[in-house]
T-cell receptor, first 111, second 113 residues
Framework: EPEVTQTPSHQVTQMGQEVILRCVPI?????FYWYRQILGQKVEFLVS????????KSEIFDDQFSVERPDGSNFTLKIRSTKLEDSAMYFC?????????FGPGTRLTVT | GDSVTQMEGPVTLSEEAFLTINCTYT??????LFWYVQYPGEGLQLLLK?????DKGSNKGFEATYRKETTSFHLEKGSVQVSDSAVYFC????????????FGKGTRLHILP
């Protein structure tokens, strides 16, 4: 069964560094999403992406964040200058129909 | 704004016990409601869904009924197994143009053999 994959599973970085989280959505899907979950808190929507542009973004998704679909398979989330409060689990999701399919997540730890 | 509230965990039960995880929501209009499950080391999987009032979603012995009058979508299972140990997330998606999913905080379920 096709699935969404994410790499790396765990990323440790220092405050102020740039990180890129990678996702490979299911191949025929057209809509892509990033969510995050700070430890002990709820899963929060960050951004949705369709037709090579952002459809919607939350107030969390400020100028430090960007997304890109650099080729036909990858979907990336970049954080330009990480802060301690960016430490979280980041989930990628994709869909073509109604249901969103989620990846296993990348745990980002900012020290 | 739209939100989901679910019972705090962790919930610890013995195998074959009855499970209820409470979930209530606040939303404008008539959202679709979901339960997602996350097994250790894995991603979020859709467990069941309901798209309109009085619909019952069911899967793997789990059930939840969309109750508009009480704005609730409680998850139930008659006899839990050790393999049901996971984190369960209640969630909604509104019928607006945007289709983001709004999640509850999650409830960790631990089943003892």
């Amino acid at each position: 069964e096709p699935e969404v994959t994410q790499t790396p599973s765990h990323q440790v970085t220092q405050m102020g560094q740039e990180v890129i989280l990678r996702c490979v959505p299911i191949s025929n899907h057209l809509y892509f999403y990033w969510y995050r979950q700070i430890l002990g808190q709820k899963v929060e929507f960050l951004v949705s992406f369709y037709n090579n542009e952002i459809s919607e973004k939350s107030e969390i998704f400020d100028d430090q964040f960007s997304v890109e679909r650099p080729d036909g398979s990858n979907f990336t989330l970049k954080i330009r200058s990480t802060k301690l409060e960016d430490s979280a689990m980041y989930f990628c999701a994709s869909r073509t129909g109604v249901e969103q399919y989620f990846g296993p997540g990348t745990r980002l730890t900012v020290t | 704004g739209d939100s989901v509230t679910q019972m705090e965990g962790p919930v610890t039960l013995s195998e074959e016990a009855f499970l209820t995880i409470n979930c209530t929501y606040t939303a404008t209009g008539y959202p679709s409601l979901f339960w997602y499950v996350q097994y250790p080391g894995e991603g979020l999987q859709l467990l069941l869904k309901a798209t309109k009032a009085d619909d019952k979603g069911s899967n793997k012995g789990f059930e939840a009924t969309y109750r508009k009058e009480t704005t609730s979508f409680h998850l139930e299972k008659g006899s839990v197994q050790v393999s049901d140990s996971a984190v369960y997330f209640c969630a909604l998606r509104t019928r607006n143009r945007d289709d983001k999913i709004i999640f509850g905080k999650g409830t960790r379920l631990h089943i003892l053999p």
